[in-house]
C-alpha cells in the first residue's frame, strides 16, 4: 500500500465527498461542484476548480490526493495501440494500453501491481502480485488514457496486469464511479471484467446488480491441460468454474465471454476443440480466441491460422458465436498477456 495515508480524491464516492464536506461545515452542494471538476471537466490540480473557495480547496489538498499516477512513458505501436507506462505514489510502474479502432477508443486497465495466478503463458504474473491498485489509482488509469486519447473513452477491459477478482472491493468502487451518472459517466456494458477463474468473484458479481460484461479465461477445456496452463484451476476446478458460470448466467441473463488462448499443439488439437465445444454445448455463451502473443518465459508458440479456422469452425457448428481477437501491440509488448509490472528501482 501507498505510505500516503490521504485518499486519492478519484476514489471518493459522491455521497462520502457530501459528508465530508458536510463535517468540515461547508455548503453541501460544494460536493457536487467538485465532481463536475473532476470527472466533467477533468481538471488536474485543486487550483483549477475555479468556483470553489481557495480555503475549502486548501482542505481538500490536506485530505485528498489529487493525482494518483504520474505518466512516465507513451509507447506507439505500428497497429494504432499505444501503451503508456506510469508510476504510482510509492515508486511501483504499472502499464496499460488503448486500442483505437473505427467508432471505439478502448483502454485496458490494469488492476494490480503484478498477479499471483501465475499463468505459464502470461508475463504479468511472472514475479507476483505485488499490491492491489486502489480505486483512485483504477479511476486515475481511465482518466489518464481519456486524456491520451483527447476525445471520449467508448470502452474499458480489465485485461491488464492483475486479476480484478483479487482485488474486488477496489475494481467494484471504480466501476462505481466510472459508471456513476454524475461522475465518469461511462455505461456498465461498456465496462469488461476478465477473470482467470476466481468462483467467489464470479458468485460476488452476480449480486452486484450492475449490467458489465463478464469475460472468463478458459484456455483448456479439460482439467489436466488447464491446470498445467493455469494454477488456478488447482483452486475451482473447471467443472466447478462451469456450474457458476451457468448459475450467473440463469440469474443475471448476462452472456459471458470465455477466452482462449491458442497455444500451437498445445491447447488447439482438433480433439481438445471437439472437447472445447462438448463444454460449452447448450450454454448460451459467446468465445473469443486469442492466438496467443508469445513472451521470452513461456516457450509456448501461437497456433497456425489453420487451428484458429478450426476452433472458429468447430464452435460455430454448435451455433456459438466466435470472434478471434488478432492482438495487437506486439512490437511494443502491449498485447495480451505482455504486460507486466516493474518497480521503478529495478525498471532499467
Ligand atoms: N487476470 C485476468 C485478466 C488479465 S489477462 C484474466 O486472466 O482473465 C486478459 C486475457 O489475456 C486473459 O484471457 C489472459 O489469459 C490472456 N493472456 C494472457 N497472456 C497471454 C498471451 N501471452 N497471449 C495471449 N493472451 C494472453
Known amino acids: 500500500m501507498p505510505e500516503e495515508s490521504r485518499q486519492f480524491i478519484h476514489g471518493v464516492f459522491l455521497a462520502e465527498l457530501q459528508d465530508w464536506i458536510g463535517q468540515a461545515g461547508e455548503k453541501k452542494f460544494r460536493a457536487k461542484q467538485i465532481w463536475h471538476w473532476l470527472y466533467h471537466r477533468q481538471v488536474e490540480a485543486w487550483e483549477e476548480m475555479r468556483n470553489i473557495p481557495k480555503t475549502l480547496r486548501d482542505r481538500l489538498a490536506e485530505s485528498f490526493v489529487f493525482q494518483a499516477l ?21 515508486g511501483e510502474l504499472i502499464e496499460e494500453v488503448l486500442i483505437p479502432a473505427p467508432n471505439r477508443r478502448t483502454v485496458c486497465i490494469s ?67 466510472i459508471n456513476d451518472p454524475d461522475g465518469f459517466c461511462l455505461g456498465a456494458r461498456r465496462i469488461t471484467l476478465s477473470t482467470c477463474g476466481v468462483v467467489p468473484g ?59 488462448t491458442m497455444i ?45 479456422d478450426l476452433f472458429q469452425r468447430l464452435l460455430e457448428d454448435e451455433g456459438i458465436n466466435v470472434t478471434v481477437r488478432r492482438s495487437k501491440g506486439t512490437d511494443v509488448n502491449a498485447a495480451c498477456g505482455q504486460l507486466r509490472s516493474r518497480s521503478i528501482k529495478n525498471s532499467e
Open 111 to 177: 488492476s494490480q501491481v503484478g498477479c499471483m495466478y501465475g499463468c505459464a503463458f502470461c508475463a504479468s504474473g511472472q514475479l507476483g502480485v505485488k499490491r492491489n491498485l486502489l480505486a483512485g489509482e483504477i479511476v486515475g488509469e481511465v482518466l489518464a488514457a481519456q486524456k491520451e486519447y483527447g476525445d471520449r473513452l467508448t470502452n474499458i477491459v480489465f485485461m491488464g496486469i492483475g486479476e480484478p477478482f483479487d482485488n474486488y472491493d477496489e475494481v467494484m468502487r471504480a466501476i462505481r464511479i
Open 70 to 90: 504520474e505518466k512516465l512513458e507513451v509507447q506507439d505501436s505500428n497497429t494504432g495501440t499505444r501503451k503508456i507506462l506510469s508510476r504510482l505514489s510509492d
Open 264 to 308: 500451437r499443439d498445445v491447447n488447439d488439437t482438433e480433439e481438445l476443440g471437439r472437447q472445447l465445444v462438448g463444454l460449452l454445448r447448450r450454454f448460451p455463451c459467446r468465445v473469443n480466441l486469442i492466438p496467443l502473443s508469445e513472451i521470452d518465459e513461456y516457450e509456448g508458440k501461437t497456433s497456425r491460422p489453420e487451428r484458429v
Open 202 to 260: 464470479i458468485q460476488r458479481l452476480e449480486n452486484e446488480g450492475l449490467q458489465v460484461e463478464l469475460s472468463v479465461s478458459l484456455h483448456a477445456p479439460v482439467d489436466d491441460l488447464r491446470d498445467k496452463l493455469m494454477p488456478v484451476n488447482g483452486s475451482w476446478s473447471l467443472e466447478e468454474l462451469m456450474d457458476v458460470c451457468r448459475h450467473y448466467t440463469a440469474v443475471t441473463k448476462r452472456i459471458i465471454t470465455f477466452e482462449y
